[in-house]
Structures are given as structure tokens and as C-alpha cells.
């Protein structure tokens, strides 16, 4: 993703400092384009309006979206009116900016890290002081190829998911939501009996908790992409804690699950990175090379659809040169964003176009064969995720669902449905053999190793478009 976004307003070509920038929110108000919602707009000393329709509250910290009256039409609208999303922003760190590692409870998670396993590898420097958290690669022969530094070498460790392991499965992946636009994105997806890996970013879950909820009772599988959707490599080994816990935390708190695998924002990742990130019980996924669909960059006007589309056809006919980091025939795993109707749109068509070809699209847990998705008694059953007893820190077994506890079963959501005929007891059900099956009910309490991803920011935040998005 280049350093820098250009976006229209008004009709005038304006710079944005970055990608990261163009998440930040705009202190003074802009003046509306009209229908294209590329602007931020000033509804009064406390309240502005953002490329996605949410009204920002500063007055008193919570986020909600505009009604259609508020809302001059044009836009993707707001879901479920006002106050329907409201979370209590005190809880949690403000949205797109570091958290602050001097918390009590951001000193208590660092506690929990083995920092004597964690390679002593260099912060990475940011582009310039705007973008302190944007990596810059330095020249080629000064990059030191034993930290295994993605963004700068393309370098993956053999633990990083790269691709699906059978070369017709597709590994459908969403990064930098939930947004504005998600529901018609699973709404698509819904009708094609489909189901996609969602990373999400934590600031994005306080506003917009209930389209969070939504997802997961649909059957698609959530996973980490951050709280600020900063590069992880510039970050001290505090910070990404503080990164990964509360972006856990507050999807913990919306849907009971704690997530399992995590792409880093630009793909940003070295050896240093990892170590802590398994050390959190997380598993490292990046997209498959020449399979980002580089959908951000019609964001910017960049790239236009028709070129995208050509792309991915090429890649489709190539399709039987995908490798497994072990040098296995593979399938792919995308890059794409759930940030604006245009990436929707170009996101069904592409799908139409693998289907065509019989590759089928799936989230990645499916393309995998995992059955255990979550860390920690986390729950996804037929009535999606369930608030868990003790923090979700439940180590029973019930129902042959380890980590699970029977008060994890409450009146409103049924239990697991029992086992086929002539599996033993506590064995769960297999998936489905559809080549889109929703996921199963699963929980997981291991830990395992890592892998990666990359690219831009959220489709911004009462500034400029919040545009840019990760992979």
C-alpha cells in the first residue's frame, strides 16, 4: 500500500499523510461532497459525521449511526437506528490509537509473556512522524534476513498461513471490519449458503457490536486484526500486547469467543512479532502472493474494477502454480476489505468468477480442517456465540465440548445438537462436506503457533473516507 492516499472532496485532489492517518479522526469539519460520502462532515461543536454514516458523540464517548433523516442520502445507510450500537467507551482505549501500556490490566497481560523467548529484533522505524506506524524498509542489502521480516523481504516462517490445503478450496478473508457495509457483504454471502473469515479490528467492534453478533450467528468465522491497525514491527513488545488483548477483550465481550488466528495489519510481521503473538495463543495468516485483490485501491481511484477483475482471472488461469510453503499444490487465500459498496461489488463478482471456475470459496477455518477455530471454551453453536461463565476462562468439559461448562448453555441458546448415530460419546459432529458449510459448533483451549498478513486502515473515521485496509 503506497504512503500515501489520495481521496476527493469537494472536487479537489487532497493528500492524506497516510494510510494509517486516514483512520484518524479530522479536528476541524469538512465541507460535504454530497453523494459520494468521501467527506467528514461538522453536525455541531460535538458531533460529526464520518465516511460511514456513524455520528461520533465526543460529549459523551459513545458512537451510534444517523438515522436516513440525518443521513442527506446517497450513503450505505447506518443499521438498526440510533442507540442501537452503543457500547460504553469508557471500558476500553480510544479507537485507532495505540493503547496505553501503563494500565493496570495492560501490565497484567504483559506478565503473562515469557519475554526471555522473544527475539531481541529492532523496532522498526515509521515512514515519518506523521505515520510513525507505517514500517519503513530500509535499502535491501541492510535488512536483516534472519528476523523474517514480511513486509520488507516477503519473508513467511513455515508456521504462517499462507495458502488452503487443497488446491480447489478457496480461503475467503475480510480485513478492517466490521463497517458500515458488512451486512450486504453477508448478505451476499448468505445467499450463496457461503461463509468467510472475517479479521476484525477492535476499534471497529465498539461501533458496530450488533453487526459483529450478527456475523458469527451466520456461521462466519472472526478472527485478529488489531485495535489501532498499526504495523506490529514498530511497536515495542508492550504495545502489542496491549494490541492483541484489548481487540480480544472487546470481541470477548460482544460474542463470548476469543480468536485464534490473527493477520497483522500490512502483513507487518518478523520473527519478533510472532514469538509473542503465539506466546498469546495465536496463529499467523497471510494472504497467498499474487492473490490480494488490491480492492482498497479503487478507495483512492487507483485502480479501476475492470483491471481488478482482469487480475483475478489471470490468477484463476495460474491457478495450479499455488505451492504450500511446503511445496504442496495448494488453494488460495485471499485479500480483500468489507469497507465500502464498491469493494462488495467487486468481491461478488470475483466470487462468481472462482465458483465458475470450481474453486469454492470458504472461510478459513473450513479451508483448513479446523475444528476447533477459538481459543479458550470459546463457543460457536447453532444459536451463535454464548456469553461465557468466568470470563470465558471455563476449563470443563460438557457435552463433549472441551473448555465448555454446562451454565455456558442457557435458556436462550440451545445446546449443541447430539452426536451422529454411531460416533462415540463427546465426539463432535464432522462439517459438512458443501463446499460453503457455516461453521460447527467448536471451542478450543490450545494454543498454537502463528502466521500473516498486510495492508490498510478502515474506511476511515469521521476523516477524510477513512479509507485503506489490511489484508
Not at 63 to 89: F, I, P, Q, S, V
Request: proline letters at 8%; aromatic letters at 6%.
Amino acid at each position: 500500500m503506497p504512503a500515501l492516499a489520495q481521496v476527493v472532496f469537494a472536487g479537489t485532489a487532497t493528500k492524506l499523510p497516510t494510510t494509517e492517518q486516514a483512520v484518524k479522526m479530522l479536528s476541524s469539519p469538512l465541507t460535504p461532497k454530497g453523494s459520494n460520502g468521501h467527506n467528514s462532515i461538522n453536525m455541531g461543536t460535538d458531533r460529526h459525521v464520518d465516511y460511514h454514516g456513524v455520528i461520533y458523540n465526543y460529549d459523551d464517548g459513545t458512537a451510534e449511526n444517523m438515522t436516513d433523516e440525518e443521513d442527506g442520502g446517497g450513503h450505505e445507510r447506518g443499521h438498526g437506528g440510533r442507540g442501537k450500537n452503543r457500547m460504553n467507551m469508557a471500558l476500553y482505549p480510544p479507537r485507532d490509537k495505540v493503547p496505553d501500556i501503563n494500565s493496570p490490566q495492560v501490565k497484567a497481560w504483559v506478565a503473562q509473556i515469557d519475554w526471555s523467548k522473544v527475539p531481541d529484533i529492532p523496532l522498526a522505524p515509521g515512514i515519518d512522524a506523521k505515520s510513525p506506524h507505517y514500517p519503513l524498509c530500509p535499502p535491501d542489502a541492510d535488512i536483516d534476513r534472519s528476523s523474517c521480516w514480511w513486509s520488507c523481504d516477503g519473508c513467511t516462517a513455515p508456521e504462517d498461513i499462507i495458502t488452503c490445503p487443497s488446491a480447489n478450496q478457496w480461503g475467503l478473508t475480510y480485513d478492517d471490519g466490521p463497517s458500515v457495509v458488512t451486512r450486504s457483504m453477508t448478505k451476499i454471502l448468505q445467499e450463496k449458503k457461503l461463509t468467510a473469515t472475517f479479521f476484525i479490528v477492535g476499534s471497529r467492534v465498539l461501533e458496530y457490536p450488533d453487526v459483529l453478533r450478527e456475523q458469527v450467528e451466520q456461521g462466519h468465522h472472526i478472527a485478529m486484526h488489531t485495535w489501532s491497525h498499526s504495523g506490529l514491527t514498530t511497536l515495542s513488545n508492550h504495545q502489542i500486547v496491549a494490541e492483541i488483548r484489548w481487540t480480544e477483550k472487546v470481541i470477548r465481550d460482544v460474542t463470548g469467543l476469543t480468536m485464534k488466528y490473527v493477520r497483522p495489519p500490512f502483513g507487518d510481521i518478523d520473527n519478533r512479532v510472532r514469538e509473542i503473538l503465539k506466546q498469546m495463543g495465536y496463529t499467523v495468516v497471510i494472504w497467498t502472493k499474487g492473490w490480494d485483490t488490491n480492492d482498497w485501491k479503487m478507495l483512492m481511484h487507483e485502480i479501476p474494477q475492470r483491471e481488478i477483475v482482469q487480475n483475478f482471472k489471470t490468477a484463476l488461469d495460474n491457478r495450479a502454480d499455488i505451492r504450500s510453503s511446503d511445496d504442496n499444490p495448494a488453494g488460495p487465500i485471499t485479500l480483500e476489505h468489507d469497507l465500502t459498496i464498491d469493494t462488495i461489488h467487486i468481491s461478488k463478482t470475483l466470487i462468481e468468477m472462482a465458483e465458475a471456475k470450481g474453486l469454492q470459496p470458504m472461510n478459513l477455518a473450513t479451508c483448513l480442517g479446523d475444528m476447533t477455530p477459538y481459543q479458550r471454551g470459546s463457543k460457536l453453536g447453532p444459536g451463535g456465540a454464548v456469553e461465557k461463565i468466568n470470563g470465558g476462562e471455563s476449563t470443563g468439559s460438557y457435552k463433549g465440548m472441551t473448555g465448555m461448562e454446562e451454565q455456558d448453555f442457557g435458556a436462550t441458546s440451545p445446546p449443541p445438537p447430539p452426536p451422529p448415530k454411531g460416533a462415540k460419546k463427546g465426539e463432535a459432529k464432522s462439517p459438512s462436506s458443501s463446499s460453503s458449510p457455516t461453521l460447527s459448533s467448536s471451542t478450543s483451549d490450545a494454543v498454537t503457533a502463528l502466521r500473516q498478513t498486510a495492508v490498510c486502515a478502515a474506511i476511515g473515521l469521521a476523516a477524510v473516507a477513512s479509507i485503506m485496509l489490511t489484508f
